[in-house]
């Protein structure tokens, strides 16, 4: 008995079909907000520091401000991506400010972000980071 190309093909749609739904574009008009895709990046005493999703960090002393560059996640639409984003660093309890400190993201909240050159991290970021 030969099946239908109907038979086979309306289980392949159904499981591709919601694969291929978070790959379209959100339409501003349709109220969705597109999100940004730059990495969080922050610029402290001439280094560039990357973000971590760690925010419970065990801050230490004010290091002074901090940048968040200007974001252009999009290049080519008009936009230049705003201006930089200034912000506070502070030193994260047992952790050399070379390899990582914390910066504000507003009132009583705090990220990590660990220098791009860190390489291994130390036992005490090892630790508040989960090994990783």
């Known amino acids: 008995m030969k099946a239908s190309w109907l ?13 291929s739904a978070g790959c379209a574009p959100a ?16 610029e402290y005493d ?4 990357l973000g971590r999703e760690e925010t419970d960090v065990p ?3 004010s290091l002074g401000p901090a940048t968040r560059p200007a974001c252009d ?5 008009g936009d230049d991506g705003g201006s930089p984003a200034p912000t506070a660093a ?3 309890r047992g ?4 390899v990582a400190v914390a910066v504000a993201e507003g009132t009583g909240a705090y990220r990590l972000v660990v220098a791009e ?9 090892r630790k508040l980071t989960g090994g990783s």
Do not use: I, K, N
């Open 90 to 92: 502070f030193a994260v």
């Open 73 to 77: 996640d999009t290049p080519g639409d």
């Open 7 to 19: 038979t086979w093909s309306l289980p392949v749609v159904a499981a591709v079909a919601p694969l």
């Open 59 to 61: 801050l230490g002393r």
């Open 46 to 49: 001439g280094r560039t520091y």
């Open 27 to 42: 339409s501003p008009a349709g109220g969705a907000r597109p999100e940004a895709s730059c990495a969080y990046v922050v």
């Open 95 to 98: 952790v050399d400010p070379a």
């Open 117 to 125: 050159s860190a390489g291994q991290l130390p036992p005490a970021l």
